[in-house]
């Protein structure tokens, strides 16, 4: 039974970094979207960077999928590495 929540947990995990790698990709189609002259200390870091303000309308809908990614990738990956945790 502990090898199966093992294997359970470090296919979440994994899933979580398929989450994240998305993550990245689609932050890199929302460059696209950019508006001219944000400047801000905020697009710095990637998260804080996905905020509406700083895209054009056509990449809104784009902002709150990488936040839904964001999001998958920290669960899964938490929710594998408890169950792995548990396993051992």
Known sequence: MSLFVQAVGFALVVAGG????????LDRSLQRFRLP????????FVP?????????PDGHALVARAWRLTGA???????GMFLVGLAI
């Open 18 to 25: 398929v989450c994240g790698v998305r993550a990245h990709f």
């Open 48 to 56: 804080l960077r996905w905020q509406r303000r700083f895209y054009a």
């Open 37 to 44: 002259g944000e400047t801000s200390l905020a697009t710095m």
């Open 73 to 79: 990738m920290y669960g899964l990956a938490l929710i």
